[in-house]
C-alpha cells in the first residue's frame, strides 16, 4: 500500500490531519509547466474543471480546444471551442483530431449519472484511441467506498457497493483495461468535492458559499466536525495538466493537489473571517435524506453517498507532492479567493454551472 495510510493503520484522526497539511518552507515546489505551441490540448467538458483545465493551459503556452455539446457563454480569446456530443464517437473524433492530450472532464447530471455517464467516458475514450492521443481522465472518489476513516491513497481497492461507487469503479477498469491492451495511454487523476469560483454543485457550493456570502444559514449534510477534504478546482485544473504533461504520470492513478484538510466547520470559520460576520449552520442529518429521497431524486442519489459525512473523508495526496512537487493553494487563500468570487457582481450566474 503507497502512503502511510492504508487500510489497517492505527493513526489517529489528528495524525491524519498532519498528513494532508499544506507544507511549508523548505519543501520542493513545482516547476512552472511550460507548453509546446505545436501540440494540441483537447478538453472535452467546459463546466466548472474543464474550462479552468482549459484556461490553465492556455496560460501556460498550450494550443487548446474545448470541446462541449453546447457553447460556452464565456470562454477566454485563443481557445478554440468545437461542438461535439461525445455519444456520438464519429463527432468526438472529429472533434479532437490532432490531439497530442485529451482531457475527460466530461459529467453527467447528477440524477442520471449512472446511466449517462459511462457511455460519455467511452465516446472520449473512442476519440484518444482513434487518434493516438495521451487520455487524461478526472475521476472522484466514490470507487473507493466508505474507509471507516481511513486516509484513501491510490492503491486502496475499488470496493465500493453504492450504485453511483460501482458505476465509477467499471468506469476506472474499462480504462485501466485499455491501456493494459495497449489501445491507449491514459493517467487518472481524482478529485475530492469541490470548491471554487464558479462551482456550484457541490457540497460547499450554493449551499455554503452563496448562503455565506448573502448573510444567511448555510446549510451542510452530516457532521461538520470531521476531517473532510475539499478540492480547490485551480489546484485540480493545475494537476490534470502535469498529468497531461509529465511523462511520469503515464499509466498511473493520482489524487490531485489540494488545500490542507480540515473540518467543514473550520472551513466555515474561514468563510466568516472573510464575510466578517458568523455563519450560522444548519446540519441536515444524513437519515434525513432517504426520507427526503421519496420525493426527490436528486436527494435520494446523495443519500447512498451520505458515508462520506458521517465518518472522516480524507484524501492523500503524497503520491503526487513527492513526484511532481507541491502544488496545493493554502486554505485560506483558496476560501478568500472564492468568498470573493460570490461577492463580486462581475461574476456571471452563467459561469457558476457545472460539467
Known sequence: MEGPSAPGSTQTLCSLAALVT???????????????????????????????????????????????????????????????????????????????VIYQCLNAPYTQWPQRFPALQQGVLNAAERCGALLVTLENLYGYGPTGGLAMT????????????????????????????GRVQIAIGRAADLFGAGVTQSALGDQVFAKAAAGKRADFIGNPDLLHTYSYVPDVAAGLAVLGTDDRAVGQVWHLPGPETVTTRQILDLIAAEVEHRVAIRSVPTWALGALGIVSPMLRGLAEMSYEFE??????????????????????????????????????TSARSGE
Request: hydrophobic share 40%; glycine share 8%.
Open 22 to 100: 499544506y507544507p511549508t518552507g523548505g519543501e520542493p515546489t513545482p516547476d512552472t509547466v511550460s507548453l509546446d505551441r505545436k501540440q494540441l490540448h483537447v478538453v472535452f467538458g467546459v463546466g466548472q474543471v474543464g474550462r479552468a483545465l482549459a484556461t490553465h493551459l492556455l496560460a501556460a503556452g498550450g494550443t487548446v480546444r474545448s470541446v462541449s455539446l453546447t457553447r460556452p457563454p464565456t470562454l477566454p480569446d485563443g481557445i478554440e471551442w468545437r461542438c461535439a456530443d461525445a455519444n456520438d464517437h464519429d463527432a468526438a473524433e472529429n472533434a479532437a483530431t490532432g490531439a497530442a
Open 154 to 181: 491510490e492503491a486502496l481497492p475499488l470496493t465500493a457497493t453504492t450504485v453511483k461507487g460501482r458505476t465509477r469503479a467499471a468506469m476506472t477498469q474499462t480504462l485501466l483495461d485499455a491501456s493494459e491492451a
Open 311 to 348: 465518518q472522516p473523508f480524507v484524501m492523500d495526496t503524497a503520491k503526487f507532492d513527492t513526484t511532481f512537487g507541491h502544488f496545493g493553494t493554502p486554505l485560506g487563500a483558496a476560501v478568500a479567493a472564492t468568498i470573493a468570487s460570490y461577492l463580486d457582481p462581475a461574476v456571471p
